[in-house]
């Protein structure tokens, strides 16, 4: 079924994934095949799943229990594959996601020991048709450096866990992206801003070329 290409940027808190991707999404806006791309973020990315995101971030009166928290984020991954991701690749577009089941498997898997990892990858292969990413831009960074420059920014549900609930999720991602070797390009996210994107404007343009050219 798959005919486009799906690329994802994952990482801890702060990492900087949404800066990254608005400098790649005003890259790709000078490109002509601009058309040819559709930018999302997770959870969210339609109307419910954004309603969901609110739900899971925000919503403090009554929030999630663990394995309510993990079926909620879930249910927006279903809803969004459905909706937007699955038509998009079916029309050969170049999908390009803020988070994908990586950050489920690193934050209900490891950080919030919901379920073993291997069940949490069950789940999404059943949700997903077994759809993986075709490169995963995964911005590596300690949690106690990251978490310096959130200033004084709002937290919101997540990001109010401790240390040590951020230091599991960086094993989380450690270990995606041992399992899923191939697919994964792990970027020392330290380095600055304008040499990150370089580093992934390179990669990205390298695997967009050689979609192009098998089409
Ligand atoms: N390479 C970098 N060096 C220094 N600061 C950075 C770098 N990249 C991003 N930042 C800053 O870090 C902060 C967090 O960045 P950003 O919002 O892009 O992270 P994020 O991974 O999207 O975070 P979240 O998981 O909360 O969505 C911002 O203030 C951003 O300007
Ligand atoms: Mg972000």
Redesign the pocket.
């Known amino acids: 079924m798959k005919k486009g290409l799906f690329i994802t940027f994952e990482g801890g808190e702060?990492c900087g994934?949404?800066?990254q991707?608005k400098l790649f999404k005003e890259y790709i806006q000078t490109r002509q095949d601009k058309d040819n791309f559709v930018f999302i973020?997770e959870p969210g990315g339609t109307i419910l799943s954004e309603k969901i995101r609110d739900l899971l971030l925000n919503f403090r009166q009554d929030a999630p229990t663990a394995k309510a928290e993990l079926l909620l984020f879930l249910a927006s991954r279903a809803h969004l594959y459905e909706k937007v991701l699955k038509p998009a690749l079916e029309q050969g577009k170049i999908v390009v996601a803020?988070?994908f089941y990586d950050s489920t498997v690193a934050y209900q898997g490891f950080a919030r020991q919901i379920m073993p990892a291997q069940e949490i990858l069950e789940l999404n292969k059943m949700i997903l048709n077994s759809l993986t990413p075709d490169l995963t831009f995964y911005l590596e960074i300690k949690p106690e450096i990251a978490f310096k420059r959130k200033g004084d920014d709002i937290l919101d549900r997540m990001e109010s866990e401790p240390l040590e609930f951020h230091q599991k999720v960086y094993e989380g991602y450690r270990f995606m992206a041992e399992k899923e070797k191939n697919r994964f390009a792990v970027i020392d996210a330290t380095k600055s801003i304008e040499e990150i994107q370089s580093q992934i404007r390179q990669k990205a343009c390298n695997l967009i070329e050689k979609y192009y050219k098998q089409k």
């Open positions: 702060a994934k949404s800066t991707i973020r803020d988070r």
